[in-house]
């Protein structure tokens, strides 16, 4: 059995609260859980004490045992110094995709082009009259 170690939603609507359940993966996110061993609350401001309570020695054991914390619970065990947690690094995430780049590059041209437009109508009044 596949057990994993996540956050199961209470509260009422748009007052979220959240237990830290052991439960196996294939359950629903706030169906049957094993054990709880822990709670959330992201409500409270993220220096108080009671936002992320944690028992972690049943953490600890769930750990040994096979468990694998979804990556937000990791974090809380990462803060608890409970099981340390490798950063991840994407740097392609703030990267444009493909269309935005074509339209970025189209603009450019665009500006270029009247920018020559511009340039060009100047530079042939100022022959004109130096002919004159």
């Given at each position: ?9 209470g509260g009422a609507k748009k007052r979220p609260y959240y237990r830290i359940v052991v439960a196996d993966a294939r359950s629903p996110r706030d169906g ?101």
């Open positions: 059995m596949a057990v994993s170690i996540r956050l199961s939603r049957a859980f094993i054990e709880k061993i822990g709670t959330y609350n992201p409500l409270l401001g993220k220096d108080d004490e009671k936002r992320v309570i944690l028992d972690t020695e049943r953490a600890k054991h769930w750990l040994a045992n096979g468990a694998q914390p979804t990556d937000r619970v990791a974090r809380f065990f990462d803060a608890a110094g409970v099981k340390e947690r490798a950063a991840r690094n994407n740097p392609n995430k703030a990267e444009p995709g493909e269309k935005a780049k074509e339209r970025a590059q189209e603009r450019a041209d665009k500006a270029a082009a009247a920018a020559e437009a511009a340039a060009a109508p100047a530079e042939a009044p100022a022959e004109e009259t130096a002919e004159a």
